[in-house]
Nanobody
Framework: QVQLVESGGGLVQAGGSLRLSCAAS????????MGWFRQAPGKEREFVAA????????SYGESGKGRFSISRDNAKNTVYLQMNSLKPEDTAVYVC???????????????????WGQGTQVTVSS
């Protein structure tokens, strides 16, 4: 079983920044893709970003391109999501997830990801 614990969410004004963390345990990180998704009330779950653990190759959804950056720290088994120039429409619960069977391919659909954290709330005020 893989445990994922997010942190770093909070309330920020538009234009501000936040860095989210996802601490992972009980996993084989060398074979995983780690992703961030977000979900706001009344909206579908949205792919935000993902990183292949072994190669460091990243992928971003349209909403975060140019503003968000995903990275990982192998020594700490932690994935980060740096969010800059935040907008009110970024308000959502942000959840990290692990795709155990990606074999190096990065997928943007939530059904591919098997293990999920509890999420952390990000609220951006105007």
């Amino acid at each position: 079983q893989v445990q994922l614990v997010e942190s770093g969410g909070g309330l920020v004004q538009a234009g501000g920044s936040l860095r989210l963390s996802c601490a992972a345990s009980g996993r084989t990180f060398s074979t995983y893709v780690m992703g961030w998704f977000r979900q706001a009330p009344g909206k579908e779950r949205e792919f935000v970003a993902a990183v292949d653990w072994s190669s460091g190759i990243t992928s971003y959804g349209e909403s975060g391109k140019g503003r968000f950056s995903i990275s990982r720290d192998n020594a700490k088994n932690t994935v980060y999501l740096q969010m800059n120039s935040l907008k009110p429409e970024d308000t959502a619960v942000y959840v990290c997830a692990a795709d155990k069977n990606s074999r190096g391919a990065i997928y943007t659909y939530s059904y591919r990801y098997e293990d999920w954290g509890q999420g952390t709330q990000v609220t951006v005020s105007s």
